[in-house]
């Protein structure tokens, strides 16, 4: 009755992961070996684990990428013209935090977008916001925005975005406006 009790309590103070992980922990034999201290870490370590599993599934659905890829994923037997070195700098998300730029360019079918999206996921998992857009539905987005008066909310929503992913940039002719 107590187990329940508790159940009940960490579900209404939202502590979904402590919760998941007191009734796993009690259904566990070896669990019972463990001090009070120790049991109540492990607890609290579960919902830290809960709580930052829950940001990256938010920070990687709002990020739109095209497509899933990782950095782990690249195949550099495939001549891109692009080094692992190069790639495990850019690994470490410090050039978001800086400010830098990275533009990857080369013929079509190399995998550039894959590139893009599995830095994108790198950056999510640091703890980035991401968002990626297609160059062209970037541009109409803007000049809707422009004629709906709502051009300053646009830019400051894409402003708000640690890295923002710009594909299929300049496939196209590019309007006056």
């Not at 400010?99 to 079918?109: A, D, K, R, W, Y």
């Amino acid at each position: 009755m107590l187990d329940q009790q508790t159940m009940s309590i960490l579900h209404s103070l939202k502590l979904f992961g402590m919760a998941r992980g007191f009734e796993e922990r009690l259904a566990d034999s070896n669990q019972a070996t463990l001090s009070h201290a120790e049991f109540v870490g492990l607890l609290v370590q579960d919902e830290k684990i809960y709580r930052d599993n829950l940001r990256l599934r938010r920070l990687l659905k709002k990020a739109k990428l095209r497509q899933e890829a990782s950095l782990e994923d690249i195949d550099y037997r495939a001549s891109r013209g692009i080094s692992q070195q190069v790639i495990l700098e850019l690994a470490n998300p410090q050039w978001i935090a800086v400010h830098q730029n990275v533009l990857i360019s080369g013929p079509t079918g190399v995998g550039k977008s894959f590139i893009a999206c599995a830095l994108g996921n790198a950056a999510a998992r640091a703890g980035y916001t991401v968002l990626y857009m297609r160059a062209p539905r970037l541009f109409e987005t803007l000049q809707q925005s422009r004629g709906d008066g709502s051009h300053l909310k646009a830019l400051a929503r894409l402003g708000r975005v640690q890295l923002l992913i710009i594909d299929d940039f300049l496939l196209t002719q590019l309007s006056d406006s």
